[in-house]
């Protein structure tokens, strides 16, 4: 259920029309980076729109560099919408971010490797290679922290290795897909605190790391939240833990749980274009003593999305369950 204020739904709806607005102006019809045609994907704090093969790219820069949102699938804030609007998309952003390439550099075409585009990504956010002069004097001590807009609010935490190496391991990935997963509610977690706890709920694939808000005193949450994680060729379980927020201390445990996505993926590679497809059972994951699971949990195809609802009994805790809905994104869509 939306408990949104009305006047915030308003606000809201305007919001996005302007971001579609902005989106449909001629130079943001392609890919910032690579030139593919109708983006769907927008690095929110540096003002560009993103094909999903670069936004695989972008998200593993850490959202201190570029915090990745879908133009149709996420919810944006005043504050996102406002900054995209400010910069004023591809043309406006490339000017800066673009501005003196080197002789013998070239952008990725669409059809570029994964290598290719996160050489040149790099390059051109992290590094900021081909700034104006003016401005590369900033260069050096803001690159890793700063882009032209800096976002006032985020869920996704960075989670990269602080070395230069191990940074470019992470470039190499090749992305297949994104799972968008939505933190319905918990159930009768863990007390952490005097007679409540705080929760808040993390999920970790690969080197990505997310999480949802942090409520107040309460062992039943509901979130409705949706994180988002691409999700790699060698993709392994998605980590869900729930902490306990605290002021003075680290943050308490209260219970961990995998999950298991490969039925989804093996599923929906199997049946092709969900959009073709009426509505269907597909897949399922099944209960076990070795997963999390409270029951079966099936995929289907709803409306032309591969999705898969779920309840988990955390581990290694007294007590609490966490009811998710995890939809598959393809690389095409």
């Avoid at 993103?50 to 850490?62: A, E, F, I, N, T």
């Avoid at 504050?79 to 043309?91: F, K, L």
């Avoid at 003016?134 to 006032?152: A, C, E, F, G």
Wanted: glycine share 6%.
């Amino acid at each position: 259920m939306n408990n949104r204020p009305p006047a915030l739904g308003r606000r809201q709806s305007v919001g996005i029309r302007k971001l579609r607005d902005l989106l449909a102006q001629q130079d943001n019809r392609i890919c910032a980076d690579c030139g593919a045609p109708d983006p769907k994907w927008a690095s929110a704090n540096i003002g560009v729109f993103l094909c999903l093969k670069c936004c695989g790219v972008h998200r593993s820069l850490g959202t201190h560099i570029s915090k990745v949102l879908s133009v149709t699938l996420d919810e944006w804030s005043d504050a996102e919408i406002d900054s995209m609007i400010e910069v004023g998309g591809n043309a406006s952003a490339n000017a800066i971010y673009e501005a003196y390439i080197p002789q013998g550099v070239k952008k990725p075409r669409p059809s570029a490797s994964h290598d290719e585009r996160a050489k040149f990504i790099r390059a051109k956010y992290e590094e900021q290679e081909f700034l104006k002069p003016s401005l590369r004097i900033l260069s050096s001590s803001y690159s890793r922290k700063h882009s032209l807009q800096t976002s006032s609010s985020t869920k996704t935490m960075d989670s990269l290795p602080s070395t230069k190496s191990s940074e470019k391991t992470v470039a190499m990935v090749e992305f297949i897909g994104m799972v968008k997963i939505r933190v319905i509610k918990g159930t009768n977690l863990a007390i952490r605190d005097v007679l409540s706890s705080d929760p808040y709920v993390v999920l970790t694939l690969g080197h990505q790391k997310v999480q949802t808000s942090v409520i107040k005193s309460n062992l039943n949450p509901i979130w409705n939240e949706e994180l988002m994680l691409s999700v790699p060729q060698d993709y392994g379980p998605v980590k869900l833990q729930v902490f306990d927020q605290d002021t003075f201390s680290a943050d308490d445990i209260m219970g961990e749980a995998e999950i298991d996505i490969q039925p989804m993926l093996t599923s929906a590679t199997a049946f092709g274009d969900a959009g073709m497809l009426e509505n269907m059972q597909i897949g399922k994951w099944l209960r076990s003593n070795d997963n999390a699971l409270k029951e079966d949990s099936t995929v289907h195809i709803i409306d032309g999305k591969v999705k898969q609802e779920m309840s988990l009994q955390l581990k290694n805790v007294e007590s609490g369950e966490i009811d998710l809905e995890i939809e598959w994104i393809p690389l095409d869509q």
